[in-house]
């Protein structure tokens, strides 16, 4: 990875990332189910009022009809770096849509939520950071 190509937020939200051993002291499925914890979080916002068993139910839905669909991919052998790195140009793209459906950036939203996270205090659990106040 070149550094030179990074935003200094990214570089500061990458720094944070190293000072909890979130790089080298975890790795890339342990950091996508944190990634799938925020999406479910997405999704209950897009819910409110809805109990979690009624947020795991939609969300059992949206698999099972992505699933249906065939569209479920497979990776071949060897091919995996550059499935993620499409997946995560993918995402950040779905991302700038789903930011501008509440007439928001991504980067206004990067900017809020690390903002936040950047003043918790927590610690490393099986390679997620977890808050002081979940612990």
Same mark, same amino acid.
Request: glycine share 8%; proline share 1%.
């Given at each position: 990875?070149?550094?030179?190509?990074?935003?200094?937020?990214?570089?500061?939200?990458?720094?944070?990332?190293?000072?909890?051993?979130?790089?080298?002291?975890?790795?890339?499925?342990?950091?996508?189910?944190?990634?799938?914890?925020?999406?479910?979080?997405?999704?209950? %916002?897009?819910?409110?009022?809805?109990?979690?068993?009624? =947020?795991?139910?939609?969300? &059992? !839905?949206? +698999? @099972?009809?992505?699933? #249906?669909?065939?569209?479920?991919?497979?990776?071949?052998? %060897?091919?995996?770096?550059?499935?993620?790195?499409?997946? =995560?140009?993918?995402?950040? &793209? !779905?991302? +700038? @849509?789903?930011?501008? #459906?509440?007439?928001?950036?991504?980067?206004?939203?990067?900017?809020?939520?690390?903002?936040?996270?950047?003043?918790?205090?927590?610690?490393?659990?099986?390679?997620?950071?977890?808050?002081?106040?979940?612990?």
């Amino acid at each position: 990875m070149s550094n030179e190509n990074l935003t200094q937020k990214d570089l500061t939200i990458l720094d944070w990332h190293h000072s909890k051993d979130l790089i080298n002291g975890s790795n890339k499925e342990i950091q996508a189910g944190k990634f799938l914890e925020e999406f479910i979080e997405y999704i209950a %916002g897009c819910n409110d009022g809805l109990s979690s068993s009624q =947020i795991f139910a939609k969300i &059992i !839905v949206m +698999v @099972n009809d992505v699933h #249906h669909a065939g569209r479920i991919k497979t990776v071949p052998i %060897g091919r995996g770096k550059e499935a993620r790195q499409d997946a =995560i140009g993918d995402m950040h &793209i !779905v991302a +700038v @849509n789903l930011a501008a #459906h509440d007439n928001l950036t991504v980067t206004e939203c990067v900017n809020s939520a690390f903002d936040i996270v950047s003043k918790r205090s927590g610690k490393k659990v099986n390679g997620v950071f977890v808050k002081s106040e979940d612990l």
